[in-house]
């Protein structure tokens, strides 16, 4: 479902969009995707700082990070979202308690052309995200250690 979410992608209306108060504004919704008896915790900074992009397209991206991250969780398990504003930059981590990946699966996931089905399709799009706000991905797991994903960007001026 996420992924055909994240697919459904056309051309949208590029807007000022507050991160923290967008995360504070999906949080009961988050809490649903990573429930079953799984922690979520929301580590939000006090200041709030804008980006540009369409709204839809932001919670799109975040859903599918909450789901991938339950789905690599052993039950119980936990979900940590940490937002992060510095020196004009965000910052948008989602970290679990999960399976982890080898240094392999990680570097396929990051560098994988485009294919049609499900397996890996969500990343493709969150990484599609990523180039359209101008942004950085990164991707840490290590196998029984869990996964960082984290996306940076310049934030919004007018």
Known sequence: MTTS?????????????????????????????????????LDLESEDAPIRNAPDRFDHVLIELIA???TALACPGAVRIRLRNR?????????DSGCGMTGHARQE?????PTPGAHGTGFQ???RFVGEILGKL???????????????CRNYRD
């Not at 994240?6 to 000022?16: F, H, I, V």
């Not at 995707?33 to 922690?39: C, Q």
């Not at 996931?109 to 052309?113: D, E, F, K, W």
């Not at 990164?138 to 940076?152: A, D």
């Open 87 to 95: 020196r004009g930059r965000s910052r948008l981590m989602v970290l």
């Open 5 to 41: 979410l994240l697919q459904s992608t056309a051309k949208r209306r590029r807007e000022r969009l507050y991160l923290r108060a967008r995360l504070a504004g999906l949080e009961p919704l988050l809490r649903t995707i990573a429930s079953s008896g799984n922690l979520l915790t």
């Open 138 to 152: 990164r991707l840490r797991s290590r196998p029984g250690k869990g996964t960082l994903v984290s996306i940076s």
């Open 68 to 70: 991938n991250a339950r």
């Open 125 to 127: 799009q969150m990484r």
């Open 109 to 113: 996931l990051l560098t994988r052309a």
